[in-house]
Protein backbone atom coordinates (compact mmCIF):
# COMPACT_ATOMS: atom_id res chain seq x y z
CA UNK A 1 0.00 0.00 0.00
CA UNK A 2 1.17 3.60 -0.91
CA UNK A 3 0.34 6.52 0.99
CA UNK A 4 1.13 10.02 0.94
CA UNK A 5 2.71 11.72 3.64
CA UNK A 6 1.76 15.49 4.24
CA UNK A 7 3.53 17.11 7.05
CA UNK A 8 5.88 20.09 7.19
CA UNK A 9 7.48 19.59 10.50
CA UNK A 10 10.68 17.88 9.71
CA UNK A 11 11.01 15.98 12.91
CA UNK A 12 7.33 14.57 13.14
CA UNK A 13 7.61 14.48 9.18
CA UNK A 14 10.43 11.50 9.74
CA UNK A 15 9.26 10.08 12.85
CA UNK A 16 5.95 9.16 10.80
CA UNK A 17 8.06 8.59 7.88
CA UNK A 18 9.95 5.38 9.73
CA UNK A 19 6.52 4.42 11.29
CA UNK A 20 4.51 3.87 8.54
CA UNK A 21 7.46 2.06 6.30
CA UNK A 22 8.25 0.18 9.62
CA UNK A 23 4.57 -0.83 8.61
CA UNK A 24 5.12 -2.10 5.26
CA UNK A 25 3.81 1.20 3.53
CA UNK A 26 5.64 2.40 0.57
CA UNK A 27 5.37 6.56 1.47
CA UNK A 28 5.81 9.56 -0.27
CA UNK A 29 5.75 12.86 1.13
CA UNK A 30 5.31 16.96 0.90
CA UNK A 31 6.09 19.24 3.40
CA UNK A 32 3.73 21.79 1.80
CA UNK A 33 0.48 22.24 0.85
CA UNK A 34 0.82 23.11 -3.24
CA UNK A 35 3.38 20.13 -3.56
CA UNK A 36 1.02 17.36 -1.75
CA UNK A 37 -2.02 19.08 -4.00
CA UNK A 38 -0.04 18.15 -7.05
CA UNK A 39 0.96 14.44 -5.89
CA UNK A 40 -2.38 13.42 -4.78
CA UNK A 41 -3.55 15.01 -8.10
CA UNK A 42 -1.44 12.87 -10.26
CA UNK A 43 -0.34 9.80 -8.33
CA UNK A 44 -2.75 7.18 -7.14
CA UNK A 45 -2.84 6.43 -3.49
CA UNK A 46 -3.98 4.05 -0.64
CA UNK A 47 -4.08 6.40 1.77
CA UNK A 48 -3.38 10.23 2.50
CA UNK A 49 -2.04 11.37 6.27
CA UNK A 50 -2.59 15.47 6.15
CA UNK A 51 -1.94 17.72 8.49
CA UNK A 52 -4.09 20.93 8.59
CA UNK A 53 -1.83 23.66 9.12
CA UNK A 54 0.45 23.66 6.03
CA UNK A 55 2.67 26.36 4.22
CA UNK A 56 2.13 27.64 0.58
CA UNK A 57 -1.32 26.19 0.63
CA UNK A 58 -3.38 25.19 3.81
CA UNK A 59 -4.38 21.14 4.37
CA UNK A 60 -8.11 21.94 4.26
CA UNK A 61 -7.91 24.20 0.80
CA UNK A 62 -6.04 21.15 -0.35
CA UNK A 63 -8.43 18.33 0.70
CA UNK A 64 -11.54 20.46 -1.29
CA UNK A 65 -9.63 20.56 -4.40
CA UNK A 66 -8.98 16.75 -4.53
CA UNK A 67 -12.55 16.40 -3.65
CA UNK A 68 -13.69 19.02 -6.19
CA UNK A 69 -11.84 16.64 -8.74
CA UNK A 70 -13.27 13.40 -8.15
CA UNK A 71 -10.12 12.18 -6.12
CA UNK A 72 -11.51 9.36 -3.61
CA UNK A 73 -8.55 8.13 -1.87
CA UNK A 74 -9.80 7.80 2.21
CA UNK A 75 -7.31 11.12 3.74
CA UNK A 76 -6.48 11.54 7.40
CA UNK A 77 -6.03 14.76 8.72
CA UNK A 78 -4.12 15.91 11.08
CA UNK A 79 -5.62 18.64 13.83
CA UNK A 80 -4.41 20.93 16.07
CA UNK A 81 -5.44 20.41 19.66
CA UNK A 82 -8.68 22.04 20.92
CA UNK A 83 -9.90 22.97 17.43
CA UNK A 84 -12.59 20.85 17.25
CA UNK A 85 -14.19 23.58 14.35
CA UNK A 86 -11.13 22.74 12.76
CA UNK A 87 -12.29 18.56 13.04
CA UNK A 88 -15.57 19.50 11.44
CA UNK A 89 -14.45 21.72 8.73
CA UNK A 90 -11.70 18.75 8.12
CA UNK A 91 -14.44 16.56 7.85
CA UNK A 92 -16.93 18.40 5.96
CA UNK A 93 -14.25 19.06 3.06
CA UNK A 94 -13.98 15.33 2.48
CA UNK A 95 -11.64 13.95 5.20
CA UNK A 96 -12.65 10.68 6.48
CA UNK A 97 -11.06 10.50 9.87
CA UNK A 98 -9.07 12.24 12.18
CA UNK A 99 -6.67 12.77 14.94
CA UNK A 100 -5.48 15.47 16.77
CA UNK A 101 -1.73 16.15 17.65
CA UNK A 102 0.08 15.04 19.54
CA UNK A 103 -1.20 11.43 18.99
CA UNK A 104 0.23 7.78 19.57
CA UNK A 105 1.82 6.09 16.39
CA UNK A 106 -0.20 2.87 16.88
CA UNK A 107 -3.62 4.80 16.54
CA UNK A 108 -2.24 6.61 13.59
CA UNK A 109 -1.61 2.86 11.70
CA UNK A 110 -4.62 1.37 13.62
CA UNK A 111 -6.66 4.56 11.93
CA UNK A 112 -4.77 4.27 8.63
CA UNK A 113 -5.30 0.05 8.38
CA UNK A 114 -9.33 0.70 8.93
CA UNK A 115 -9.81 3.69 6.51
CA UNK A 116 -7.69 1.05 3.80
CA UNK A 117 -10.16 -1.65 4.67
CA UNK A 118 -13.16 0.31 4.24
CA UNK A 119 -11.83 1.87 0.71
CA UNK A 120 -11.34 -1.70 -0.21
CA UNK A 121 -15.03 -2.93 1.26
CA UNK A 122 -13.52 -5.15 3.69
CA UNK A 123 -14.70 -5.66 7.53
CA UNK A 124 -12.16 -7.92 9.51
CA UNK A 125 -8.61 -6.58 10.38
CA UNK A 126 -7.53 -10.08 9.05
CA UNK A 127 -7.58 -10.82 5.19
CA UNK A 128 -8.10 -14.67 3.94
CA UNK A 129 -8.14 -16.60 0.91
CA UNK A 130 -8.68 -20.81 1.90
CA UNK A 131 -6.08 -21.37 4.81
CA UNK A 132 -3.89 -18.56 4.09
CA UNK A 133 -4.44 -15.62 6.46
CA UNK A 134 -2.97 -11.95 6.33
CA UNK A 135 -2.87 -10.25 9.29
CA UNK A 136 -3.01 -6.18 8.61
CA UNK A 137 -2.55 -5.68 12.45
CA UNK A 138 0.94 -7.37 12.75
CA UNK A 139 2.02 -7.51 9.11
CA UNK A 140 2.34 -11.38 9.61
CA UNK A 141 0.77 -13.93 7.03
CA UNK A 142 0.05 -17.66 8.15
CA UNK A 143 -0.73 -20.95 6.18
CA UNK A 144 -2.58 -23.94 8.16
CA UNK A 145 -1.91 -21.42 10.89
CA UNK A 146 1.97 -21.96 10.92
CA UNK A 147 3.74 -18.09 10.10
CA UNK A 148 5.44 -17.01 6.15
CA UNK A 149 8.50 -15.50 6.01
CA UNK A 150 8.00 -13.12 3.13
CA UNK A 151 10.20 -10.17 2.28
CA UNK A 152 9.20 -6.38 2.69
CA UNK A 153 8.21 -6.67 -1.42
CA UNK A 154 6.53 -10.19 -1.41
CA UNK A 155 4.27 -8.91 1.62
CA UNK A 156 3.11 -5.81 -0.43
CA UNK A 157 2.24 -7.23 -3.48
CA UNK A 158 -0.06 -9.91 -0.98
CA UNK A 159 -1.37 -7.57 1.15
CA UNK A 160 -2.51 -5.44 -2.22
CA UNK A 161 -3.94 -8.11 -4.02
CA UNK A 162 -5.57 -9.76 -0.65
CA UNK A 163 -7.56 -6.45 -0.31
CA UNK A 164 -8.88 -7.13 -3.78
CA UNK A 165 -9.45 -10.76 -3.79
CA UNK A 166 -11.03 -11.84 -6.82
CA UNK A 167 -9.92 -8.45 -9.57
CA UNK A 168 -7.72 -8.61 -11.85
CA UNK A 169 -4.66 -6.03 -10.92
CA UNK A 170 -2.87 -5.15 -13.47
CA UNK A 171 1.31 -5.35 -13.14
CA UNK A 172 1.60 -1.39 -13.71
CA UNK A 173 -1.33 -0.89 -10.82
CA UNK A 174 0.91 -3.11 -8.54
CA UNK A 175 4.25 -1.42 -9.31
CA UNK A 176 2.42 2.22 -8.88
CA UNK A 177 1.19 0.59 -5.10
CA UNK A 178 3.99 -0.86 -3.23
CA UNK A 179 7.02 1.43 -4.22
CA UNK A 180 6.93 5.14 -3.39
CA UNK A 181 7.71 7.77 -6.64
CA UNK A 182 11.31 7.67 -5.87
CA UNK A 183 11.89 4.48 -5.66
CA UNK A 184 13.66 2.96 -9.05
CA UNK A 185 10.11 0.88 -10.45
CA UNK A 186 10.16 -2.06 -12.49
CA UNK A 187 7.42 -3.80 -13.40
CA UNK A 188 9.52 -7.17 -14.39
CA UNK A 189 10.07 -7.69 -10.36
CA UNK A 190 6.49 -7.74 -9.86
CA UNK A 191 6.52 -11.05 -11.68
CA UNK A 192 9.58 -12.38 -9.73
CA UNK A 193 7.36 -11.50 -6.28
CA UNK A 194 4.51 -13.22 -7.68
CA UNK A 195 6.29 -16.17 -8.41
CA UNK A 196 8.11 -16.86 -5.31
CA UNK A 197 4.62 -16.21 -3.19
CA UNK A 198 3.17 -18.89 -5.42
CA UNK A 199 6.24 -21.03 -4.32
CA UNK A 200 6.00 -19.99 -0.07
CA UNK A 201 1.96 -19.92 -0.29
CA UNK A 202 0.08 -22.13 -2.44
CA UNK A 203 0.72 -22.80 -6.43
CA UNK A 204 -2.92 -21.58 -6.99
CA UNK A 205 -3.07 -18.95 -5.11
CA UNK A 206 -2.65 -15.86 -7.43
CA UNK A 207 -4.13 -16.73 -11.03
CA UNK A 208 -2.12 -14.66 -14.34
CA UNK A 209 -4.79 -13.52 -16.58
CA UNK A 210 -3.07 -12.93 -20.29
CA UNK A 211 -2.90 -9.56 -20.93
CA UNK A 212 -4.17 -8.12 -17.98
CA UNK A 213 -2.74 -8.35 -14.90
CA UNK A 214 -2.77 -10.99 -11.82
CA UNK A 215 -6.29 -12.43 -9.73
CA UNK A 216 -5.93 -13.16 -5.95
CA UNK A 217 -8.24 -16.40 -5.25
CA UNK A 218 -11.42 -15.32 -2.89
CA UNK A 219 -11.36 -18.88 -1.26
CA1 LIG B 1 1.80 21.92 10.34
Not at 29 to 53: K, P, Q, S, Y
Not at 161 to 177: D, F, I, N
Request: hydrophobic share 40%.
Amino acid sequence: MRVLLVEDEPALRMQLRTSLQEAGYAVDEADNGRDAHFAGDTENFDAVILDLGLPVLDGLTVLKRWREAGRVMPVLILTARDNWHEKVAGIDAGADDYLTKPFHMEELLARLRALIRRSSGLASPVLRSGTLALDTRSARVTIDGQPVTLTSHEYKVLDYLMHRPGQVVSRSELTEHIYAQDFDRDSNTIEVFVARLRKKLRPDLIETVRGQGYRLQCA
